[in-house]
């Protein structure tokens, strides 16, 4: 784990100061990492992060705008090096002690690690994630972000919005800058999402997600996945949002009753 994550964040005293700022961040559980990873990794995963057309999941809708990808054996060998880190043992025990999260683990499927990317104009509006890994029957329970974006200024925008649970404020923006992580707790109190970005035509916003779980035990209650409307959305995209996701998450409940695999994580425009 040394020669991936910055050495600086696995030392006792640092963990220790992780675990109070987690525990007492608001408006949810959240973290902040500068210079998250080695130099020579973030590095390598800049230059080799892969082609936006090379990804097979594209999201394109009222309330988003990215693509996404998963399959690490297309991807320069430096993804599975992180993955393997981010996923093992070690990692998760970390995981665990600044979260207070105990039996932290990743999967290997869409819901494990992957990249997120987008282009000019990309954005996700603010929502509230899935909390439960259907395939697996797993809680997820911690989100982890790696930015991967060099010399990104602040005008072109793409920062995470924390928002309140009531949706009334953004109350922390989290640059997406060059090996900056970000590490926030996945339930109803963490909003977030970022605005439409304005970048050249041969700029993306990249980043490398994970997601953590346990198993489903007590305290759980099912949430599925919903946009959440900013205060300064126009009225029709309210009324629009506002309709949409109800129907959105009632289709897929009789999906599931009917034995229909999920759609979330399916491969669109895959690459033959």
Sequence with gaps: MENVINPIYLEAEKIQQLK???????????????????????????ENFPKIDSLNVKRKSLNENKSEDYHF?????????????????EMCEFMETITGIKGLSTTDDAMGS?????????????????????????WRRINLL??????????????????DKAMTQCEVTVPCDFNRAVIFLTDENSPHGYGKITIPENETRKSFYTYYFTEVGEGFNYSDSRFVSRPDDSTAKKIATGIKEPLK???????????????????KNKKK
């Excluded at 608001?26 to 020579?40: A, D, I, R, V, W």
């Excluded at 054996?73 to 043992?89: A, I, N, T, Y």
């Excluded at 998450?249 to 491969?267: H, M, P, W």
Aim: net charge negative.
């Design 249 to 267: 998450i009632t289709a897929k409940r009789i999906l599931k009753k009917l034995g229909v695999k999920s759609l979330d994580f399916q491969d």
């Design 114 to 138: 992957g990249v997120h990317q987008g282009t000019n104009g990309s954005y996700v509006d603010v929502h509230i994630d899935v909390n439960y890994n259907t395939k697996e029957n797993l």
């Design 146 to 163: 790696i930015y991967l974006n060099k010399n990104w200024k602040p005008e072109y925008g793409g920062d995470l919005e924390l928002w």
């Design 20 to 46: 109070g700022d987690f525990s007492t961040a608001k408006p949810c559980n959240y973290l902040m990492l500068p210079n998250f990873l080695t130099e020579e990794l973030a590095a390598s995963l800049y």
């Design 73 to 89: 054996d297309r991807f320069h060998p430096s993804f599975s090096e992180l993955k393997q880190v981010v996923g093992s043992q």
